[in-house]
Every structure is written in structure tokens, then in C-alpha cells.
């Protein structure tokens, strides 16, 4: 790699001097560029030109002219950060460490400036463990020359990795190529490290971590994560993640810290909260769903006296991170809990849904939610509470939220939207004549909110209507309408509504029996294609435990949401001048009654923004102009929390509706009108809809305490911590607890030696263990484990086995969830037959998680996509060894363990030969490893299983006993130097010419199936009974003679 293009310097305006790496990275490329001028003039024979010298060291100084301290980098015109931000990008550019900043505080613009100072071809910077939106967001705002594509082949990754750059890159691929040494390890100018809370001492990111700092000991590591919360799961987290990361220093940035304090409070946002009450039946729900919570939390706390259950509280049950507390605390005993306390964990998270709906859905989807929970079926199935009295106010006040007192159809509206058409209507209007009365400029809005089913709900109500929408909401959720209340008179095309109901009604009734017959008749058929189903994809997918899918199983609108919701709706304002012919929802009379000066506004209706399908928004908006309204996700699936900022760059709205509370959405509201430095008049005003003293505001206080608390923790860690010295990897301690010597006495003969200095050991270089891996194993955390131990890992793709550990040893690898699918497909029959073929002791390692308990019980061991019962997998596994008799089952409890069991088998043994190891098994495969492939691998199992046949004798068996038919003309002498043992010839010589009698019991159970005793009637039974006594007769006579 070259430090300096032809056309212009590269380390020109985005170099520092400062940047020790960077100037490593210059210098060795100029030596290269010096060795290789020297060679060349070497062999043409005389001195290089005065002129080309000159011209070098010319592009040095212009090179160095250029080069600029990180300070200066900041002064840059285009360098637009705050205060804090830039703090943060001189800690993490002058020295290695681990970011740990509060959400909403995003490092984005840190870390794309990080990386387009290392943007350059005399550097190669890898970022790994960045999800896909990341990947895209980073590389859209970087030049693109210096972004490089990873290749799908070896050879053209080889050529990519030379061309520097920054490049983002699977970690997969990396512990591969850095093991087999097609990247220049000692070229790498630094690593990126995002999401640093998941790298764990066993995953692939702390694997090829290890691998570059062994090699390159001047390369940086920064490391950069925005969630605190998850380090303080678990005992010493954040030093062990430190550790694995090889950084020294800890950068802590919550949000009230001094210097983010003085980059946001001088520019904060005009903000009216709102607070609205929910309705009397909203509130009477929310209470008796407490209630139920709190004794389930209060019985599962009873059963389990002597489990810690501490985190386990109503409060924390309303969390978004209910699942995941949950999972932390229960994971590790699940099998050990009851029936009873199961059922508990699941109805929890049920109530918790039913409390979302309740809250932030509508009426009919409250109460669409809750009648599937008042069946039979439920009822015999949960932990009891439905058979509580306020479960049962529940389901009554869910259906008065939706019929009146006369049985007609007639749902409250949501609360907040009465207050969100008054903002719309009303207020915004209004505030736009105070502050701007001669702009002709239309108002721009954003609605932020939680889900997509909230985003849809909010563009039907806008568009279309309360009523309207909660009619059809109703029809989508097949929920009997029957009769509609008055105030859907006011709605255009009644009658058409009502004969669509009627047809609707009729068709849902003939569907349900049509499905009731369906039921009764294809009920078994559906369920064997669907077992047949999970079981042929049991290979592909990896199963959920029992608690996972308790935690995470979807609330069953999988389907509604794929058809109907969207992340994020446009819509703009469009004047009626007919005010009869205009549609108002549910509180426009109220509206229109208070507002003044807004009398245009009253007819106005709510539509779509054709257009932003095909344009962009700003174009869309200038092309229209008119008012804008963008409801809005607070994440996308697509681009993560990264779609609000974008979102807020584009529109630029005057005014933010936060329909739900969002920790992170209000620090990013508060950061975008930071980095606009407008006046207080001219800044944006964010109206919050909020339910007071409910648990949607309870859920966002205990966020905002949950994080406090754990960056105290950090804090307080990061104060008492004791970091070694050669933590960072750029000494060799670091790595001492990898074995490199090995002792040339015991210890017991080093400490009677006392004569000799001490009774010293003398110690001689250590030639590490090497354990072949194939290719597709590491997705899993053995090969790093392995590594860690000392031994060497040799990536092969090999056909047989998973790891070849010495060239008799072959180890396959099964978790429980691919144990159990490669049992029920035969997968496993088939690769057991091909490990013993080819080696002589085949193992079978079965391996337990780590974080589950090590037992063969209950329902943990049994993969959700199966119904197979514990016995027929036991079975199964009998059935393996008693046809394999040489295969070997080893019981693994973790990756640790297997990895501390390989080094055991290692010792003493030789190592693999990966060309070998590689052959085996290919159609290709010439002589040696190969060699028994030359025969039919169906009569190679066959002589196998003769007597005195076994692996060292059967291929000159094959050889020099043609076929079958000669070798039962052979001798026994010659039979027994064919198996190079008279005994083993003399056996097998046996099995083919002498006799062998059937037994009483055999010879009497014929007579009697010819006789009739003991089959039918029917001839045809008759007959073929008799045959096979008369053939086997007629065997026995051949043999006699």
C-alpha cells in the first residue's frame, strides 16, 4: 500500500500529527517505496536520477505541509459538532479506548469523522460488528473511493484488503482470512468496534480482536457503545468486555454530564405538555390489569422462595425491557421451575400486552385482544387469572368500551385524539399567524409514536375519521357489529356501510362453519403437514427455547401488520370550499367553536402525499406547498434510530407532536434544534401527549431511572477498577497465559534438582497444538475458545466431520436443537456412517449453551419446531451406538468445556494434516486418505460387519479378493493372508461354508406360520409364509452340500 497517490498527497487535509498509527502507516510505505527504487536501481546498474530524489522529497514536504493535529482537523469549516461531540472525538482520537455514551447522544458524527480522517489509501481501517442499517448510514457519508466492497472470493479479497481504505466487513469472514493470512495483519492501521456491550470473551469480534493485536502491536482499537444498561448484567462486565476489547481507557458520556448540559441547554425547544386524562373505563382496566399483576408477581415470588427474584416487580413488568430482565434472571433455572411458575411467566407478558393496548390502541383493538383470552381453550391453560374478579371486569369494561348501554355499536375514541386534532386544527394555525403572520411559508409537522400499528391508526383517523376507522377497525378484527349507534349518521353513505356489514356478517358466519367443518375433518391432516413442515426446516432455522418464545412469541398480527402498517405516512392539507361536503372526526365541533381566525382550517381535510413515492420530501413539499404532516416511528427497521435524524434534516418541521414518551427521541429532538442555533422565536415547539400519573408515564420515569443507575455503576466501577498495563495487547504479557514453552522435565524432577540454580526448569519453544476447523463452524464460539487455550486453529473445508483433531480423531459437533433435527431427518445416520468409513475413532460431541442448564429433561431438551417425545430422541441415540459401535458420545456442558477436552486429547498425539483431512471424503481424492473411496462404499459397510474383517484388512480385501463370487472359491489359508491373520481367516472362512443350524423355536414358529396358527385366513399369507420356509430350506441344503 502506497502512502502517496500520483495525483495529490494522500495524508493532505484529513491526516494528524498527532496520530501515532498514521505516521507508522507513512513511514513504512516510504521505506517500501525506498527498498524498492534501491532494488530497482540495483540491478540496472547505476544510481537513480537527481531529479526523481528531488521530486520524492518535494512530495514529502507537500505531504508533510499538509498534515494537521486533530484541534486543527476541528477548525475545519465543514466540521459542524457540538462542544461534547468534539470532546469526545479528541478522547477517542488520541487514544484507544471504549465509548459508553446515553442513548439519544448518538456518536454517528463522531465516528464518521473518525473515519474520514483515516480515509485513505496508505490506510486500512476495518469496522466490525455493525448491523446493516449502520453499514449503510457510514457508508453513504464517506467518499466512495475509499470504501471497498468485501469480495466473495479469497484471491480478490486479497487485492481488496491491499487497496487500504475503510471497509466494513462480517467478522466471520475476518477470523478466517486472518488466520490463513491473507490480510497484511501488521498493515492494518486500526479496528472499529461497534455495539461494544455484545462482545463477550467467546464471541467471532473478540476472536479476530485477539488475532490482530498478537500481530500488530501499533494499530489502535476503538470501541464504541450507547447502551449502559447492558453492562451491568452480570458480575465485572464492563471490565471483562474492556479486557476482550484490549483498551485501557473508559469514556463515559450520560446525559448529565456538565459540558452535554452546556451544549444543549442554551438552545432547548419551546415544549407544551399536555396532559390527558384517560376515560373512566380506561382507568378501571388499567388498575384491575395492576392488580392482576400484582399477585401473579406476589405467587411467583411465593413458589419460588429460594430463586432470586428480585428484579421481578410490577414496575419492571411494564418495561419495554420486561423480556429481557426476565430472561437474565430466569434463563439459567429454567428447568428447574414448576409447571405453575411457567404459566405465570407467560401470562405476565400477555397482561403487559393487554396493558399496551389498552393505553396506546384503540378500542376495538383493546378489545379485539382481549376476547381471545376468554375462551375455553385459554381458560384451562394459563395460571388462573381469568378466573379472578377483576379479570372479569376486564373483559365487561373492554365491551363497554365498544357497545352501549343498548347493545349498539358505539367505541369511545382515544383520548389523545381529541387533543392531537386540536394541536393540528387549532393551535399550530394559530401560533403560525402570531409568530409568522407574513410568511406564506405552509407549516411543516412531525408525529412521532411508538409502533407502526399507532403510525396507521393515527393516518386512518386523520384521513378518514374517529368513527370511520374504529367502524372498519371492527370488520378487519371480525368483531359482530350488530346495530350502529346515532352518531354514525353524520357519516356519508351510511346505508352503503350498513348493506357492507350485512355482507360482511353473513360471509364471516358461513366462514365459521365452513372452518368448524374444515376442523373436524382435515384437523390431523394439518397438523402432519405442518410437523412435516418444522421438521424439514428444523436443519435451516435454530429454534427458540421455551422461555425465548414466551418472551419474544408475537401477539398474533403478523399478518395485519405485513398488510396494513408502515413505519412512517405523509400526508398534507387540502382546502374544501364546501364546508358541508368536508369530513371532521370526533371533536371538530369543540375545535371549531374555539379557534379563532382559523375558519379555513375547519374545512380542511387530511390526505395523502402522492407524490413522496416517487420524489423526495423536500422536492414534494416545495412542488406542493402545502402543509406537510409526517407520522413517524421513533426507529425503522431499515434504518434504526438513524431514520429520526434523517427525517428531521429533510423536513425541518417547525412543530413535533410526540404522540408517545421516547428517552431517546426527545435527547435527538433536543441535539437537531442544538446543531441549529436558531433564536428562541424561530425554534422548533414540541407539543408531548402524555397520560398522566398512568403507566405510560410510570414506564418513561423508570427508563430514565434504570439508566441513571447504571452509569452510576459505571462510574463508580471505572473508579475502583484496576486496569493492568499490558491490557492494551501491545506488549507480549499480555498474552503470557498462552502456552509458548514447554517444560523438558516434571516438576517433581525440576524441585529434587535443587542443586541446579534453584531446581530450575529449563524451558524449550513450545510447538503449539493445531486443530483442523471446517469453515462453516465458526458461527460458533469453540474455535475461539480453542484459540485462547493455546492451540493453533487451521480453517479447512472438510466434507466429514466438523474438527479433526489428530488423523484418527474426528469430532461432529452438535448443539440440542441440531442434535435433535439431524435425528429425525437422518442427517446424522449419514455422517456417522461417513466419520467411521474414514477414521478411526469418530466422535460425536453433543454440546450444551453455556447460559442453559446441562441436563436431557423436560421440554428445555426438545426443539419447539418438533413434538417428538424425550423417549424417541433417547431412542434414537441408542439406536446410533448400537450400529456404530466404534462412534464415541461426549457429553459437553459449554464451549469451554469442549475446548479444555480437545486440549486434553491433543496431547501427546499428532498433529492433522489439513491436505489430507481436505481429501478425505472428495470424489477427487487421489490414493492415501482416499484409497477406499475406490471401491463401493455399500460393500465396503458390508464386509465390515463380517467376522474377521475390520479397517486395517478390508481394503486388501477388497483388493485381492476380487468379488464375492471368487472369494468363496478361496481356501481358508488364502482367506487368512488376505486378512493378514489365520484366525481372522479362519473366522471368516466359518461364516461363509459352514452350516448354521435354525433353532427349535425358529423351525417350529415356520411349521406353525404354514399351518395358519398364527396369520389370517387369506391365502396370500399362506402362500408367502410358505415360500420362505421352502427357501429356507433350500439354503440350508446348498450349504449341507
Not at 306 to 326: M, R, Y
Not at 762 to 786: G, N, T
Request: hydrophobic share 35%.
Amino acid at each position: 500500500m502506497d502512502c502517496v497517490d500520483d495525483d495529490k498527497p494522500s495524508c493532505s487535509k484529513y491526516s494528524m500529527r498527532s496520530m501515532e498509527v498514521r505516521t507508522e502507516s507513512c513511514s513504512n510505505s516510504d521505506i517500501a517505496q525506498r527498498n524498492n527504487a534501491g532494488e530497482s536501481a540495483g540491478h540496472e546498474g547505476s544510481k537513480p536520477p537527481a531529479n526523481q530524489e528531488e521530486s520524492r522529497f518535494q512530495d514529502d514536504d507537500e505531504t508533510l505541509a499538509n498534515i494537521m493535529t486533530a484541534e486543527e482537523y476541528l477548525q475545519h469549516k465543514d466540521i459542524q459538532m457540538l462542544e461534547y461531540e468534539r470532546q469526545i472525538f479528541l478522547d477517542m482520537v488520541n487514544s484507544d479506548g471504549l465509548l459508553v455514551c446515553a442513548k439519544g447522544l448518538h456518536y454517528d458524527r463522531i465516528l464518521t469523522n473518525i473515519l474520514k480522517v483515516y480515509s485513505d489509501a496508505g490506510n486500512l481501517v476495518l469496522v466490525i460488528n455493525c448491523s446493516d442499517w449502520e453499514e449503510h448510514y457510514y457508508k453513504s457519508k464517506l467518499e466512495q473511493k475509499y470504501i471497498h466492497e468485501v469480495a466473495n472470493t479469497a484471491t480478490e479479497r486479497e487485492r481488496v484488503y491491499l487497496e487500504g481504505g475503510v471497509q466494513f466487513i462480517s467478522t466471520r469472514i475476518l477470523v478466517v482470512d486472518l488466520l490463513k493470512r491473507r490480510i497484511p495483519i501488521e498493515l492494518i492501521t486500526g479496528i472499529v468496534v461497534l455495539r461494544a456491550h455484545t462482545i463477550i470473551e467467546s464471541c467471532q469480534e473478540a476472536f479476530a480482536l485477539r488475532l490482530y493485536r498478537m500481530s500488530n502491536k501499533t494499530g489502535f482499537i476503538k470501541a464504541f457503545s450507547n447502551s449502559a444498561e447492558a453492562f451491568t448484567i452480570g458480575f465485572g462486565h464492563i471490565e471483562r468486555t474492556m479486557r476482550n476489547l484490549f483498551v485501557k481507557q473508559l469514556f463515559i458520556w450520560p446525559r448529565f454530564h456538565a459540558i452535554v448540559q452546556q451544549s444543549l441547554k442554551p438552545y432547548e425547544a419551546q415544549t407544551i405538555e399536555l396532559h390527558v386524562p384517560m376515560t373512566h373505563k380506561m382507568t378501571l382496566i388499567q388498575t384491575h390489569l395492576l392488580d392482576i399483576m400484582n399477585y401473579l408477581v406476589r405467587e411467583i415470588k411465593r413458589i419460588n422462595r429460594l430463586v432470586d427474584l428480585e428484579e421481578i416487580t410490577v414496575e419492571n413488568c411494564i418495561t419495554k425491557k420486561f423480556h429481557k430482565i426476565l430472561q437474565a434472571q430466569l434463563d439459567c433455572i429454567w428447568h428447574q421451575l414448576n409447571s405453575q411458575t411457567k404459566l405465570i411467566v407467560a401470562d405476565l407478558k400477555i397482561l403487559r400486552n393487554l396493558m399496551i393496548s389498552n393505553i396506546y390502541h384503540d378500542a376495538v383493538a383493546a378489545y379485539a385482544l382481549t376476547k381471545r383470552y376468554r375462551t375455553t381453550e385459554y381458560a384451562l391453560s394459563n395460571s388462573g387469572w381469568t378466573l379472578l374478579d377483576s379479570a372479569e371486569q376486564i373483559f365487561k369494561l373492554s365491551k363497554e368500551r365498544v357497545y352501549n348501554a343498548q347493545g349498539e355499536f358505539e367505541p369511545e375514541p382515544c383520548p389523545k385524539w381529541k387533543y392531537l386534532a386540536e394541536i393540528l386544527k387549532v393551535e399550530i394555525p394559530g401560533d403560525m399567524k402570531r409568530s409568522h403572520p407574513d410568511s406564506v411559508v405552509p407549516p411543516k409537522v412531525l408525529i412521532l409514536c411508538q409502533d407502526t400499528r399507532t403510525c396507521f391508526q393515527l393516518r386512518q383517523f386523520l384521513t378518514q375519521g374517529g368513527e370511520r376507522f374504529l367502524l372498519f377497525a371492527a370488520m378487519q378484527h371480525e368483531i359482530p357489529i350488530g346495530k350502529l349507534a346515532d352518531c354514525y349518521n353524520k357519516l356519508k353513505n351510511v346505508k352503503e356501510i350498513e348493506n357492507a356489514l350485512t355482507q360482511f356478517e353473513k360471509t364471516l358466519s358461513s366462514k365459521n362453519t365452513s372452518t368448524q367443518k374444515m376442523n373436524s375433518t382435515q384437523q390431523n391432516a394439518k397438523e402432519n403437514d405442518v410437523l412435516k413442515n418444522e421438521a424439514s426446516d428444523s436443519e435451516q432455522s435454530t429454534p427458540m427455547d421455551e422461555l425465548t418464545q414466551l418472551l419474544t412469541g408475537a401477539d398474533g398480527d403478523e399478518d395485519l401488520a405485513a398488510k396494513y402498517f408502515q413505519e412512517s405516512y405523509m400526508l398534507t392539507i387540502t382546502q374544501l370550499s364546501d364546508a358541508d361536503e368536508a369530513f371532521t372526526y370526533a371533536g371538530a365541533d369543540a375545535n371549531a367553536s374555539g379557534a379563532t381566525g382559523t375558519s379555513n382550517m375547519d374545512t380542511s381535510v387530511f390526505e395523502p402525499f402522492p407524490e413522496l413515492e416517487d420524489l423526495d420530501i423536500t422536492a414534494a413539499v416545495a412542488a406542493r406547498k402545502q402543509p406537510l404532516i409526517c407520522i413517524q416511528t421513533f426507529k425503522t427497521e431499515r434504518e434504526g434510530a438513524m431514520s429520526l435524524d434523517r427525517i428531521l434534516d429533510e423536513i425541518q418541521p417547525q412543530y413535533v407532536i410526540m404522540y408517545h414518551c421516547n428517552v431517546t427521541a426527545i435527547r435527538q429532538l433536543e441535539i437537531f434544534e442544538a446543531r441549529q442555533r436558531r433564536a428562541p422565536k424561530d425554534r422548533m415547539r414540541v407539543f408531548f401527549l402524555l397520560h398522566a400519573r398512568t403507566v405510560e408515564e410510570q414506564s418513561y420515569l423508570t427508563s430514565l431511572r434504570r439508566e441513571k443507575q447504571a452509569f452510576e455503576m459505571i462510574i463508580e466501577t471505572k473508579r475502583v477498577m484496576v486496569i493492568p498495563e499490558y491490557q492494551d495487547g501491545k506488549t507480549d504479557e499480555a498474552f503470557m497465559l498462552y502456552k509458548t514453552y514447554a517444560e523438558t522435565e516434571g516438576v517433581e524432577e525440576a524441585n529434587a534438582a535443587t542443586r541446579e540454580a534453584g531446581g530450575q526448569v529449563s524451558l524449550i519453544p513450545f510447538a503449539s497444538a493445531k486443530i483442523i476447523v471446517d469453515m462453516r463452524e465458526f458461527r460458533s464460539d469453540l474455535p475461539c475458545l480453542i484459540h485462547k487455550r493455546g492451540m493453533e486453529v487451521l480453517p479447512v473445508t472438510i466434507t466429514i466431520g466438523d474438527y479433526i483433531l489428530t488423523s484418527d480423531i474426528c469430532v461432529e459437533r452438535k448443539s440440542i436443537s441440531d442434535l435433535i433435527g439431524s435425528l429425525n431427518s437422518g442427517r446424522l445416520y449419514n455422517q456417522c456412517v461417513q466419520m467411521q468409513r474414514y477414521y478411526a475413532k469418530p466422535i460425536l460431541l453433543i454440546e450444551f449453551d453455556q447460559n442453559k442448564p446441562f441436563h436431557l429433561q423436560g421440554k428445555y431438551m426438545l426443539s419447539q419446531n418438533t413434538s417428538f417425545s424425550q423417549t424417541d430422541i433417547v431412542q434414537k441415540l441408542q439406536l446410533l451406538t448400537i450400529h456404530f459401535p466404534k462412534l464415541r458420545l461426549i457429553w459437553s456442558p459449554s464451549p469451554y468445556a469442549t475446548a479444555q477436552l480437545f486440549e486434553d486429547l491433543k496431547l501427546g498425539k499428532p498433529q492433522p494434516d489439513p491436505k489430507q483431512a481436505a481429501a478425505v471424503g472428495c470424489d477427487d481424492a487421489p490414493g492415501g486418505a482416499g484409497e477406499e473411496l475406490k471401491y463401493n462404499p455399500n460393500i465396503y459397510d458390508f464386509l465390515l460387519r463380517l467376522p474377521g474383517v475390520n479397517t486395517r484388512n478390508v481394503h486388501k480385501l477388497m483388493r485381492q479378493g476380487g468379488s464375492l463370487k471368487e472369494l468363496l472359491k478361496c481356501t481358508q489359508i488364502e482367506i487368512g493372508e488376505m486378512l493378514e491373520s489365520q484366525e481372522n481367516g479362519r473366522m471368516l472362512w466359518d461364516a461363509l461354508h459352514v452350516a448354521h443350524l435354525p433353532e427349535k423355536d425358529e423351525v417350529s414358529g415356520a411349521a406353525a406360520l404354514v399351518a395358519g396358527k398364527n396369520i389370517g385366513n387369506h391365502s396370500r399369507f399362506r402362500r408367502g409364509a410358505a415360500a420362505k420356509v421352502a427357501a429356507r430350506g433350500g439354503a440350508q441344503w446348498r450349504l449341507k452340500n
